[in-house]
């Protein structure tokens, strides 16, 4: 009697936690809609010591069926714009179960000294890379005596004329040296690593900028030419 009542103890309790446990894991989300985000704007951003930083923000949004709902975004670290280095600045967007995910960007602050030798006007410039004769618009910007940010060596070659996107762009800075040669720094694309930029040559007469520029995984090299619009 004993033994049948042990028994129909140990049925009850198999019965209830196997109850609890199927209602426990009714509950549970086995699959949680990812977002679809999209950084706003350059990867990586290069400033000059000192410039503020306005970040121009990411695109995020839930896809489940036929149903897109925006979501919001929190920036969970800061950018130190006295502080040279690189800084990988995160975002967190959380989705309708509250899961958290995370996107990157790289934004780099940085301090050179270059010199006035000559001028190279900011604004925008048509890049083509000159074998092939095609690219896509540059933007040169003044950072400092001497120091310039290019939004993209590789002449918006991949980027705009090819469609590969802002991934392989390479923004950089160029340096103007005290003799008057020209130097890159911090040339980087999110695909492919570090572009160097190399035989830099400028006529102030045309506003013509050329150099060879080389994507250094690859050791792949091509010269490119930058003409102010």
Not at 62 to 69: F, M, R, Y
Not at 123 to 138: E, F, L, M, P, S
Not at 179 to 191: C, F, H, Q, V
Request: glycine content about 10%; aromatic content about 12%; overall charge negative.
């Amino acid at each position: 009697m004993k033994n049948l009542k042990y028994i129909a103890v140990v049925m009850f309790c198999s019965v209830f936690i196997s109850s609890c446990e199927k209602d426990y894991e009714s509950n549970i989300t086995k699959v949680t809609p990812a977002p679809v985000m999209e950084l706003i704007g350059g990867n990586p951003i290069v400033l000059f010591k000192g410039t503020p930083y306005v970040d121009p923000g990411i695109h995020a949004m839930q896809i489940v069926g036929n149903d897109t709902t925006e979501l919001t975004y929190e920036i969970i670290n800061e950018v130190k714009v006295d502080v040279p280095g690189t800084y990988k600045l995160l975002y967190k967007v959380a989705n309708s179960e509250n899961v958290s995910f995370y996107i990157s960007r790289r934004v780099s602050i940085v301090s050179f000294t270059g010199y006035d030798v000559f001028e190279i006007p900011s604004g925008n410039y048509a890049g083509i890379r000159v074998n092939r004769g095609k690219g896509g618009t540059v933007k040169i910007t003044k950072l400092a005596p001497g120091v310039y940010q290019i939004s993209d060596l590789l002449a918006g070659y991949y980027d705009q004329y090819v469609g590969y996107g802002p991934d392989t762009a390479a923004p950089g800075i160029l340096v103007i040296n005290q003799d008057g040669t020209m130097r890159s720094e911090l040339g980087n694309t999110a695909a492919w690593g570090e572009i160097v930029g190399t035989n830099f040559a400028f006529d102030t007469a045309t506003n013509v900028l050329t150099f060879k520029a080389t994507i250094v995984s690859a050791s792949f090299a091509f010269d490119v030419k930058f003409t102010l619009q």
